[in-house]
T-cell receptor
């Protein structure tokens, strides 16, 4: 049973436009949601997170939106840049599960010049 | 600023061989983790260590053992490698094992088992 799902394996966007990456979850006990970015041959790096008590968190070009009723979150990148091309993982964690991260399958973003 | 260091970066094993993957962090973090990444599966937790001296099973622990050697080092051992354990292995650390603590990852070990 996949508790965190990223249903789009890949996304292609033109430079300067908005990239929207989506993530769905099934466990209503998750307290935090995190996005990680991964380049080839490197480990994932933390990008941005959001607490379950909020519906939006912004950090520069990156904004994460959380819709708890729909159990859905999204990562918006505006404007997209070629250097944003990477695999993006959505992850969720719950304090009552010791903060273990549950990852989605990842979405490969390609930003074309 | 090394962060999380994993060795080796690549390894090829034959079925039945044993191997230990090494991980060290220099951020004085309390918690450490081992994940495996397979195509289309995201990262799955194998084992974790909430603090020095403790280890616990994650989502996919079968076929693996771990040792938290000290606060800095957390190793993963395959006693008898199987082709199903071909994967990319990532070690990670966080200051504490809390939901709001981002984990810092190493660059991975690519392991192929023939």
């Amino acid at each position: 049973d996949q508790q965190v799902k990223q249903n789009s394996p890949s996304l292609s966007v033109q430079e300067g436009r908005i990239s929207i990456l989506n993530c769905d979850y099934t466990n209503s006990m998750f307290d935090y949601f995190l996005w990680y970015k991964k380049y080839p041959a490197e480990g994932p790096t933390f990008l941005i997170s959001i607490s379950s008590i909020k519906d939006k968190n912004e950090d520069g070009r990156f904004t994460v939106f959380l819709n708890k009723s729909a159990k859905h979150l999204s990562l918006h990148i505006v404007p997209s840049q070629p250097g944003d091309s990477a695999v993006y993982f959505c992850a969720a964690s719950a304090n009552n599960q010791g903060g273990k991260l549950i990852f989605g399958q990842g979405t490969e973003l390609s930003v074309k010049p | 600023n090394a962060g999380v260091t994993q060795t080796p970066k690549f390894q090829v094993l034959k079925t039945g061989q044993s191997m230990t993957l090494q991980c060290a962090q220099d951020m004085n973090h309390n918690s450490m983790y081992w994940y495996r990444q397979d195509p289309g599966m995201g990262l799955r937790l194998i084992y974790y260590s909430a603090s020095e001296g403790t280890t616990d099973k994650g989502e996919v622990p079968n076929g693996y053992n771990v040792s938290r050697l000290n606060k800095r080092e957390f190793s993963l051992r395959l006693e008898s490698a199987a082709p199903s354990q071909t994967s990319v292995y990532f070690c990670a650390s966080s200051e504490f094992r809390l939901a709001n603590q981002p984990q810092h990852f190493g660059d991975g070990t690519r392991l192929s088992i023939l």
